[in-house]
Every structure is written in structure tokens, then in C-alpha cells.
């Protein structure tokens, strides 16, 4: 057994599309030829979506509009399901300012566009001109550096000094003191990754002064009724939005799953990193 790893021996990646070539007992026949997308598919199994087949309970997919590619369809599991978790939860968000760390990463650029779907005005924040760039694509309508030193500052600006409404935090250890200086009164703040060190101090009296509700997004944790609720919404988004961006950095042949996972390790780059059974 290798340390850290649940199995030894697996297949990896979670996420994909693809269509569906067979179904158990109990499972309507109807769905076979579908084409779909998946989220853990890896998720409590040796064998994940890095291969040409997975076997898979029905739940996890769902359908894939008929304009989108398997490329674009692998890109939503995780990402996606995390990102419309993180917004609609609590309600609507139309009329709110939602800011959004991290706006270029999967969960981000997903949050991004699902925010301007949802009737929000979206600030996002960023570490580069080229992701500032991306964000801007998604949608966002402010788009700021937070490693300024007036990052804090500018966030305020943007919402006319009331602070924002909603936050979809990517990292909760480094962006605590942010998310509390720029948070309006009674906003939420939905954190999907603890960041490093996992048990920060929290500035709990700015948290209680506020009433913020600081709530952590793990969605393996969620019910199923919560993540078909998810599944439901990311449908209509593509069917409201049929030219929604499904960011892709490069794709791999499956026999090149290694150069793949290298491609993420190396930190650069700007989208998801596909690997595909019919690439040459």
C-alpha cells in the first residue's frame, strides 16, 4: 500500500465525459448513449477516469448539452459542482456583490461566470496580468491584484464602501484577513480549501463584530440532495449560457497521463488540463 493512498493501485483523475455504454439492474435503460458528464469518479475507487471505461453509480453523471465537447464537458465535475455549491446554497445572490479569490483557477473562473448568471456583481481577485485577463473573460466586472497593499482598499471602492455580500474563498488561511476587512455586515463567506497552515488563527472578534457566517465547502461532504441540486443548476446555466467558458490549457493523449499530471504540478497553468482517449 503506498502511503497516502487509499488503494494500491489506482487509476487516476476524478472528473470527465464521455457517453454511457452500459447500466446495471435497476437503472433506466433510457440512458444508454447519453452523452454525460461526471464528477468522483475516482472518489472512493481504484479506478478513475484515466482510462477509456469507468463504472461509476448513476448519480454522479449528468447530462452533457449537445453544443459542448467531452473536452469542455471534463472540465465541470469538481470545479464546477464546487463553484455553484459555493453561491447558491443560501438563496439567490442577484443585486449582490460577491467577490471571488483566486478568480482565475477552475473553481474561480467558474464562480465567476456563474456569478454574473446569477444577477451578482462580481469582483474577483488575482496574482498576474495574464489571470487578471482571465477573469475579465469570465465575466467579472472588477478584477484586482491581491498582493497589493491596498488590495483591501480597492475591493471597498469597487462596492461604494459597503463591503461585499458573499465571498467564495479559495484559501481560507491566506485570505482570512482580507475576506474580514472587506466583508459587509451579515455576509457569508464560503471557503472550499483551508489553505496552509491548516489551522490558522481566526480574527474571531472581527467575525463575531460582523456577523459573518464563515462556512467550509467540502463537497464530498455534501448530501446528494445538495449535489443534484448543484447538477440541476449547472444544466441550466449551459443551457442559459450555451457559450459559458469551459477554460481548457491543453489536452493529453491517455497515454500520456504522466506528462498530464506533470503539466498541473508545474503551477502555470490557465485552465484545466485534459487528457483524452481520441487525441492522436
Known amino acids: 500500500m503506498h502511503d497516502g493512498m487509499e488503494f494500491p493501485r489506482i487509476i487516476p483523475n476524478s472528473d470527465g465525459a464521455g457517453v454511457i455504454d452500459r447500466v446495471g439492474n435497476g437503472v433506466d435503460h433510457s440512458m444508454l448513449g447519453s452523452r454525460v458528464w461526471l464528477h468522483f469518479g475516482q472518489r472512493g475507487r481504484p479506478f478513475g477516469t484515466a482510462a477509456e471505461y469507468i463504472c461509476l453509480p448513476y448519480e454522479l453523471a449528468a447530462p452533457l448539452p449537445e453544443h459542448m465537447d467531452f473536452a469542455q464537458g471534463a472540465c465541470l465535475g469538481i470545479p464546477a459542482m464546487t463553484a455553484y455549491s459555493s453561491l447558491f446554497q443560501r ?4 443585486g449582490k456583490y460577491v467577490l471571488i479569490t483566486g478568480g482565475a483557477g477552475a473553481v474561480g473562473h467558474y464562480a465567476v461566470q456563474l456569478a454574473k448568471w446569477g444577477g451578482a456583481h462580481v469582483i474577483a481577485t488575482v496574482s498576474s496580468g495574464p489571470k487578471a485577463a482571465h477573469a475579465r473573460i469570465g465575466g467579472a466586472d472588477t478584477v484586482i491584484d491581491y498582493t497589493a497593499p491596498d488590495a483591501a482598499h480597492q475591493i471597498l471602492d469597487a462596492t461604494g464602501g459597503r463591503g461585499v455580500d458573499h465571498i467564495v474563498d479559495v484559501n481560507a488561511a491566506d485570505n482570512a484577513r482580507l475576506c474580514l476587512q472587506v466583508a459587509a455586515n451579515h455576509a457569508q463567506w464560503i471557503s472550499y480549501a483551508a489553505g496552509s497552515p491548516r489551522e490558522p488563527e481566526l480574527p474571531l472578534v472581527a467575525l463575531i463584530r460582523k456577523n459573518l457566517c464563515l462556512q467550509g465547502l467540502y463537497l464530498p461532504g455534501l448530501p446528494y440532495e445538495t449535489r443534484w ?10 443551457n442559459d449560457v450555451p457559450d459559458a467558458i469551459h477554460a481548457i ?32
Open 229 to 238: 441540486i448543484a447538477q440541476e443548476g449547472l444544466s441550466r446555466w449551459m
Open 249 to 280: 490549457d491543453s489536452v493529453f493523449n491517455l497515454r500520456d497521463t504522466v506528462k498530464a499530471h506533470l503539466a498541473v504540478e508545474a503551477g502555470t497553468k490557465l485552465g484545466t488540463v485534459v487528457v483524452s482517449c481520441d487525441t492522436e
Open 91 to 94: 438563496g439567490p445572490i442577484r
